[in-house]
């Protein structure tokens, strides 16, 4: 039997213990000031050195984009193409770059197209990563990719700016399923991150299978006040 939405995403209450302990977490990271993303900073990850600008994701302080660059060591292959959705500092789009031979990083934030774009040429890397601004697939109309990436807001709402876009959206999860299949190449596959977190996730996994996706666990990490996991997705003929 096909496991719903809600119980594939992890638990939806971490329990009480783990629940204030995450409390406990924020708290502490508020007072330190590790929230306050309206600055630059300069972070390592995996090695790789990544220029965060104000009102762009910080990918090492939420964890998730870290998480995901993480993970793309053990799915990409040499000579791929690959797109990056909602690429915010790029960093998804850059470890990418290292095994691909081609990578389109887009994002609906300005100042993210600008943090990507620098952090390709900071790494060496902007000979095989392209930066794009637009929403969704907009920028790619017409091409298609071996690889597409996203990791979606979490949280319906209509954003408030281009840097809300990143944490919310009424119809992401919607326009994302419907535009899939015309952007994968044959033998095409999407990795998509979801979290226990937030009210938005489940949506995508609906989403999805209503239009003909299969969807699998590729990567899953579990931290104090969430579950995050790496969903592989692909056109159901070819799961």
């Known amino acids: 039997m096909r496991e719903n939405a809600r119980a594939l995403l992890g638990p939806a209450s971490p329990g009480p213990t783990r629940w204030l302990l995450g409390k406990l977490l924020e708290s502490y990271l508020r007072l330190t000031r590790l929230r306050d993303y309206d600055a630059y900073r300069l972070e390592h990850v995996h090695g790789m050195s990544i220029l965060v600008l104000p009102t762009v994701a910080n990918p090492k302080l939420l964890r998730t984009g870290a998480f995901f660059a993480q993970c793309l060591a053990a799915q990409l292959a040499t000579g791929r193409n690959v797109l990056d959705m909602g690429t915010g500092t790029g960093v998804c ?4 770059a290292r095994h691909a031979s081609r990578v389109i990083a887009v994002d609906i934030n300005r100042a993210a197209v ?8 900071l790494n060496h890397l902007e000979h095989r990563v392209e930066v794009r601004h637009g929403d969704l697939f907009g920028p790619v109309s017409g091409e298609r990719f071996d690889l597409v ?26 326009r994302f399923a419907a535009g899939l299949g015309a952007h994968l190449a044959p033998g095409g596959a999407a990795l998509l ?33 969430e579950t995050v996991t790496v969903f592989r997705v692909t056109p159901r003929e070819e799961a």
Request: hydrophobic share 45%; with cysteine; proline share 4%.
């Open 93 to 96: 789009a850059l470890f990418a």
């Open 149 to 174: 990436l996203f990791n979606p807001p979490f949280l319906k709402g209509a954003p408030r700016d281009e840097r809300d876009a990143a944490w919310r959206s009424n119809d992401v999860a919607m």
């Open 114 to 121: 600008r943090c990507a774009g620098i952090n390709a040429a």
């Open 193 to 225: 991150l979801l979290s226990s977190f937030g009210n938005a996730c489940e949506s995508f996994i609906d989403e999805l299978r209503s239009r003909g996706f299969s969807i699998s666990v590729f990567a899953r990490r579990r931290y104090v006040n």
